[in-house]
């Protein structure tokens, strides 16, 4: 009777944790709560890239368009043609 206990409430441990999760990142559903900040976007001139700025406009020393700056890691490789 002992074994037959213990295999329930193995079944129905692992039951309540499979529905727990969350499918989409495999993480469980109390994590979903944390709220996730909005990426921090600056601008920047082509020419000189030492002007930053929070928002659009046009850079005081050229007077070209300010443009939303990217970081280096995420541009995609580009592929080498031989």
């Known amino acids: 009777m002992k074994k037959v206990t213990l295999m329930a409430i193995a079944i129905l441990f692992s039951a309540a944790t499979v529905f727990a999760a969350d499918t989409h990142t495999g993480k469980m559903a109390s994590d979903t709560t944390k709220k996730l900040k909005p990426a921090k976007v600056q601008y920047t001139c082509t020419m000189h890239p030492e ?19 990217t970081d280096a890691k995420k541009k995609p490789a580009e592929k080498m043609k031989m």
């Open 51 to 69: 002007v930053l700025s929070n928002k659009p406009g046009k850079c005081p020393k050229c007077g070209m368009a300010l443009v939303k700056k």
